[in-house]
């Protein structure tokens, strides 16, 4: 991974880490739950230096394979740093954090990336793993990508049947019928 590639991708993941700082609300503690949703991005974050610096090896691939996956990883960082920018921007309120028991819905939130996805955020986080993977291809990062990918699924879920009980539960599930959960719906 060359210099410039490991700032991009190292500034996106402390980008993810400070989200829960600068943006979302939180109450009371850090639950296991959360966690262990964060687990992957932590770890993911934690082992680029180590890669970066050689002390984590990662698998040796041909140079044109090695090339290609140097600029998807580029192109999926900055397709994660581009969406967390356009969907902090979309909220004119900071919105509740993971797994919080209390967390009542009070909107639901239809403009900009929530347009094409329910959970951009998600998505933003799922390809920042990808491009840590194309980036540093590695059993770490690929375990990571695994995890971070099951635990938004599921937490995506959680949060959604808690939508759909709610409230809002009539117009989110008609929300639910034209917009992707990660990725946009075609056809």
Same mark, same amino acid.
């Given at each position: 991974?060359?210099?410039? /590639?490991?700032?991009?991708?190292?500034?996106?993941?402390?980008?993810?880490?400070?989200?829960?700082?600068? +943006?979302?609300?939180? *109450?009371?503690?850090?639950?296991?739950?959360?966690?262990?949703?964060?687990?992957? +991005?932590?770890?993911?974050?934690?082992?680029?230096?180590?890669?970066?610096?050689?002390?984590?090896?990662?698998?040796? !691939?041909?140079? %044109?394979?090695? /090339?290609?996956? #140097? =600029?998807?990883?580029?192109?999926?960082?900055?397709?994660?740093?581009? !969406?967390?920018?356009? #969907?902090?921007?979309?909220? &004119?309120?900071?919105?509740?954090?993971?797994?919080?028991?209390?967390?009542?819905?009070?909107?639901?939130? #239809?403009?900009? %990336?929530?347009?094409?996805?329910?959970? %951009?955020?998600?998505?933003?986080?799922?390809?920042?793993?990808?491009?840590? =993977?194309?980036?540093?291809?590695? %059993?770490? #990062?690929?375990?990571?990508?695994?995890?971070?990918?099951?635990?938004?699924?599921?937490?995506? *879920?959680?949060?959604?049947? &808690?939508?759909?009980?709610?409230? !809002?539960?009539?117009?989110?599930?008609?929300?639910?019928? &034209?917009?992707?959960?990660? !990725?946009?719906?075609?056809?």
């Amino acid at each position: 991974m060359d210099a410039v /590639l490991f700032v991009l991708i190292g500034g996106l993941f402390a980008l993810i880490g400070a989200l829960p700082l600068i +943006f979302f609300q939180r *109450r009371g503690g850090l639950n296991l739950r959360w966690w262990l949703t964060a687990a992957p +991005f932590l770890v993911t974050g934690g082992a680029l230096p180590l890669i970066y610096l050689g002390l984590v090896p990662v698998w040796l !691939l041909p140079q %044109p394979v090695a /090339l290609a996956f #140097t =600029v998807l990883a580029t192109l999926a960082a900055s397709f994660a740093l581009a !969406l967390i920018a356009y #969907t902090l921007g979309i909220h &004119r309120r900071r919105i509740a954090l993971w797994h919080q028991s209390d967390d009542a819905p009070e909107e639901i939130v #239809t403009d900009g %990336p929530y347009r094409l996805v329910r959970h %951009p955020f998600y998505t933003a986080f799922l390809a920042a793993l990808v491009a840590a =993977v194309l980036a540093a291809p590695s %059993p770490v #990062t690929l375990v990571c990508l695994l995890w971070g990918f099951a635990a938004l699924f599921l937490t995506a *879920r959680r949060e959604e049947r &808690r939508l759909l009980g709610s409230a !809002l539960g009539a117009t989110y599930e008609t929300y639910m019928r &034209r917009t992707g959960r990660f !990725l946009p719906l075609t056809g």
